[in-house]
């Protein structure tokens, strides 16, 4: 099993920046993708970013590609997402999810395994 708790979400203003963490743990914790995905109300969940855990190869939503970087600590188990520029539609409760497996769908949200409990961000215009 393994468990996902993000930090990190707040209120800002446009233009604003946050820096989303999500700490990974879980017995022999190990894991292909580690991505974000967003919930806006009203709205299904939507791929923001992934990376390869051991690669570090990155992928994007085009909504957030050059404002957003998704970057992971391995010593840590960590992922963070760092999130520049932000918008009012960039409001939404962010997740964090984790694939153990390979995958070649890497921003589907049913490709993934395990999900942290979410953390809210607001962007105020």
């Known amino acids: 099993q393994v468990q996902l708790v993000e930090s990190g979400g707040g209120l800002v203003q446009a233009g604003g920046s946050l820096r989303l963490s999500c700490a990974a743990s879980?017995?022999?914790?190990?894991?292909?993708?580690m991505g974000w995905f967003r919930q806006a109300p009203g709205k299904e969940r939507e791929f923001v970013a992934t990376i390869i855990w051991t690669g570090g190869t990155t992928f994007y939503a085009d909504s957030v590609k050059g404002r957003f970087t998704i970057s992971r600590d391995k010593s840590k188990n960590t992922v963070y997402l760092q999130m520049n520029s932000l918008k009012p539609e960039d409001t939404a409760v962010y997740y964090c999810a984790a694939r153990v497996t390979w995958s070649a769908v890497v921003a589907g949200a049913s490709s993934y395994d395990y999900w942290g409990q979410g953390t809210q961000v607001t962007v105020s215009s």
């Open positions: 879980g017995r022999a914790f190990s894991s292909y993708l």
